[in-house]
Nanobody
Framework: QVQLVESGEGLVQPGGSLRLSCAASGRLFSVNAMAWYRQAPGKERELVATITGGGSTNYADSVKGRFAISRDNAKNTVYLQMNSLNPEDTAVYYC???????????????WGKGTLVTVSS
């Protein structure tokens, strides 16, 4: 009922930048918080950044000052601008959206399929 399509996958050199996008579509009554997670090889999935419906943001300590999350409510799209990338940022990045499909339904979390970011020289 709700589809999340991520884009922006790529290979970038250390110190470079990359921008991820995630567009939500389908039966959407309201979209609440949106977030990005990542999972590096051999590690557990971790929260990278969140943004509320009102635009308040929160970041993992490891990306503060380098990454910026934003959203376009008219497009139901969330972005992650990643700057000063280093090899430790290499991971599959997942989009997460908390949304309601009907006015009377309970909000649920939806996940994208993931997009690979590789930072290497």
């Amino acid at each position: 009922q709700v589809q999340l399509v991520e884009s922006g996958e790529g290979l970038v050199q250390p110190g470079g930048s990359l921008r991820l996008s995630c567009a939500a579509s389908g039966r959407l009554f309201s979209v609440n918080a949106m977030a990005w997670y990542r999972q590096a090889p051999g590690k557990e999935r971790e929260l990278v950044a969140t943004i509320t419906g009102g635009g308040s943001t929160n970041y993992a300590d490891s990306v503060k000052g380098r990454f910026a999350i934003s959203r376009d409510n008219a497009k139901n799209t969330v972005y992650l601008q990643m700057n000063s990338l280093n090899p430790e940022d290499t991971a599959v990045y997942y989009c997460n959206v908390n949304a309601k499909t009907r006015s009377f339904s309970t909000a649920m979390d939806y996940w994208g399929k993931g997009t690979l970011v590789t930072v290497s020289s």
